[in-house]
């Protein structure tokens, strides 16, 4: 993911869809299987760009 500002400076991070992923599995790993989740991105910048997103993923603006 790229962030280009208003003043022209670049921000590279990392992947969301990756992050996110990561994140479930400690909270699963932290509190078993006591609760199903669902995981999802949510861009909420109203000038994000949103490129190629695989089907299987929850990615929302």
């Known amino acids: ?3 280009t ?3 022209g400076e670049v921000d ?3 992947n969301p869809i990756s992050q996110v992923k990561r994140h479930q599995r400690s ?3 932290l509190i ?3 609760l199903s ?3 999802s991105v949510v861009f909420v910048h109203p000038k994000s760009l949103l490129g190629t997103i695989p089907r ?5 603006r």
Request: no cysteine; net charge neutral.
């Open 12 to 14: 590279v991070f990392r």
């Open 5 to 7: 500002r208003e003043n």
């Open 37 to 39: 989740m669902e995981r």
């Open 32 to 34: 078993g299987d006591v």
């Open 1 to 3: 993911m790229i962030r």
């Open 56 to 60: 299987q993923e929850a990615v929302f």
């Open 27 to 29: 909270l699963q790993f």
